[in-house]
């Protein structure tokens, strides 16, 4: 199988970037399968119905994974209760609405199991990401197994590529919208790549605008962030699987122009 996973879409300018290259990306790299980590799409917070529901039905997404930011957008917690591709952190407590793991059928007919773990080292509370998806995988069985580790700390996400190496076909890093050149297939046949990078603006900080961003570090009271513009790129990463291994790995660069 052949799988595109983007990193975290920032605001419009990131949606508006995707939305321009993922048709012919999904023609040219010959798709059967799309992730995208869009936890950041609405104005950098979080994701609305509206949006989730284009990405499935218009742009063929598979599976929407987020992260931290998952619930900021107001009452967006019913459409994780009704949207099953629609993912939250696996590991946040029991009781949090919506799932953390899917389990799709592709046309191929091909069972792929997609889960989203968060980190735990300067990120909110919540559980083991080790436990929980130890007890996914002895619960689900599937052709393939997609995680999404959602992680501050590069050393957190490289730990948890170790521990699922040759038990998932992909562990792919979200959250630090900063893109890292570490991409490999690890010995047991597990694609890993520390962070995919954001798909949005790079002119700013992690996607925010400079002024909003330094004021949080220079003042008491930092002001709003607003997302930033200019530079906008699309990150992602092609994984090509064989079984339930992963054969390759390789980055994707997307711009406007
Ligand atoms: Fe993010
Ligand atoms: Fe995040």
């Given at each position: 199988?052949?799988?595109?996973?983007?990193?975290?879409?920032v605001g419009?300018?990131?949606?508006?970037?995707?939305?321009?290259?993922?048709?012919?990306?999904?023609?040219?790299?010959?798709?059967?399968?799309?992730?995208?980590?869009?936890?950041n799409?609405?104005h950098g917070h979080?994701?609305?119905?509206?949006?989730?529901?284009?990405?499935?039905?218009?742009?063929?997404?598979?599976?929407?994974?987020?992260?931290?930011?998952?619930?900021?957008?107001?009452?967006?917690?019913?459409?994780?209760?009704?949207?099953?591709?629609?993912?939250?952190?696996?590991?946040?407590?029991?009781?949090?609405?919506?799932?953390?793991?899917?389990?799709?059928?592709?046309?191929?007919?091909?069972?792929?199991?997609?889960?989203?773990?968060?980190?735990?080292?300067?990120?909110?509370?919540?559980?083991?990401?080790?436990?929980?998806?130890?007890?996914?995988?002895?619960?689900?069985?599937?052709?393939?197994?997609?995680?999404?580790?959602?992680?501050?700390?590069?050393?957190?996400?490289?730990?948890?590529?170790?521990?699922?190496?040759?038990?998932?076909?992909?562990?792919?890093?979200?959250?630090?919208?900063?893109?890292?050149?570490?991409?490999?297939?690890?010995?047991?046949?597990?694609?890993?790549?520390?962070?995919?990078?954001?798909?949005?603006p790079?002119l700013g900080v992690i996607g925010m605008k400079r002024e909003s961003s330094l004021s949080r570090f220079l003042k008491?009271k930092g002001e709003r962030y607003e997302v930033a513009e200019?530079?906008?790129?699309?990150?992602?990463?092609?994984?090509?699987?064989?079984?339930?291994?992963?054969?390759?790995?390789?980055?994707?660069?997307?711009?406007?122009?």
């Amino acid at each position: 199988m052949r799988i595109l996973f983007l990193g975290d879409v920032v605001g419009e300018p990131g949606r508006r970037l995707m939305e321009a290259h993922l048709p012919a990306l999904r023609r040219e790299l010959a798709l059967d399968f799309v992730v995208v980590n869009g936890e950041n799409a609405a104005h950098g917070h979080g994701i609305t119905d509206r949006i989730a529901q284009q990405w499935f039905d218009e742009l063929g997404v598979d599976v929407i994974t987020t992260g931290n930011h998952a619930f900021d957008v107001k009452d967006i917690g019913l459409t994780f209760q009704k949207e099953p591709r629609l993912l939250r952190p696996a590991n946040y407590p029991p009781g949090t609405p919506g799932g953390g793991h899917v389990k799709l059928h592709t046309p191929g007919g091909q069972e792929v199991l997609v889960i989203n773990l968060m980190g735990r080292v300067h990120m909110p509370t919540c559980d083991d990401p080790f436990r929980c998806v130890d007890a996914i995988l002895a619960k689900e069985r599937a052709d393939l197994v997609l995680v999404d580790m959602h992680a501050e700390a590069t050393s957190e996400a490289q730990a948890m590529g170790w521990y699922l190496d040759g038990r998932a076909a992909a562990v792919v890093g979200t959250h630090t919208h900063v893109p890292t050149l570490d991409a490999k297939v690890l010995p047991g046949g597990t694609a890993y790549v520390t962070d995919i990078g954001m798909t949005g603006p790079y002119l700013g900080v992690i996607g925010m605008k400079r002024e909003s961003s330094l004021s949080r570090f220079l003042k008491a009271k930092g002001e709003r962030y607003e997302v930033a513009e200019g530079d906008c790129q699309l990150h992602a990463v092609l994984v090509v699987t064989e079984g339930k291994k992963a054969v390759s790995i390789e980055r994707i660069l997307k711009t406007l122009s």
